[in-house]
């Protein structure tokens, strides 16, 4: 594929990295009542693993800005996978509400990184042409993610177990790393 098209198979990568984002954000209130049951967490406790996954947005964006200027796109992009990875994995085999808690909080600091490199990149690969369609497309992977989300992992949950759908979310994280592997390329000076 020449550069020029290239900046198309970038955006499917980014799509695809962004839709697993969506999947990891939204995957415990689906399966909260099942948690809550299993698990004998409070309410509480579970709004609190939701909290946990958006606080490193809070206090790592900025950092994650800075951290990527240094070390590239590349290098972020695979570490925030990586951390997806693991900490959905913890979070589906814990049992312990605090266990889960620093599950949610690593998989969450994989997100924030994830969401600061990805617009990056496709600002990179769009300049001036196409470029607000690029990111027109790209913007309708988290409503779509949160639409599965809610939809799949609840079915999956039901019929077999809540961690079933965690490791939905794992194994679209670890494909989300796979694309990223394969399509990842820094555009042309």
Not at 12 to 27: N, P
Not at 107 to 133: D, N
Request: include cysteine; glycine fraction near 10%.
């Amino acid at each position: 594929m020449n550069t020029d098209n290239y900046r198309w198979a970038i955006l499917g990568m980014a799509y695809v990295c962004q839709l697993s984002f969506a999947l990891v954000f939204q995957s415990i209130p689906p399966v909260l009542r099942l948690i809550v049951t299993q698990l004998g967490i409070s309410h509480a406790q579970a709004g609190l693993l939701m909290s946990l996954f958006a606080l490193p947005g809070v206090l790592l964006s900025i950092p994650t800005g800075l951290i990527c200027d240094r070390y590239g796109a590349k290098k972020v992009g695979l570490v925030s996978l990586n951390l997806m990875i693991l900490g959905t994995s913890v979070l589906g085999l814990s049992n312990d509400f605090v266990l889960m808690a620093l599950a949610r909080a690593v998989t969450g600091t994989g997100a924030v990184m994830l969401t600061v490199i990805l617009p990056q990149l496709i600002s990179r690969w769009f300049i001036r042409k196409e470029l607000g369609t690029g990111m027109g497309i790209f913007n309708t992977a988290m409503p779509l993610g949160t639409i599965m989300s809610f939809n799949i992992l609840s079915i999956i949950g039901a019929a077999l177990g809540w961690r079933a759908s965690i490791f939905l979310t794992t194994a679209a994280c670890a494909g989300g790393l796979l694309i990223f592997l394969l399509l990842f390329r820094n555009p042309e000076p």
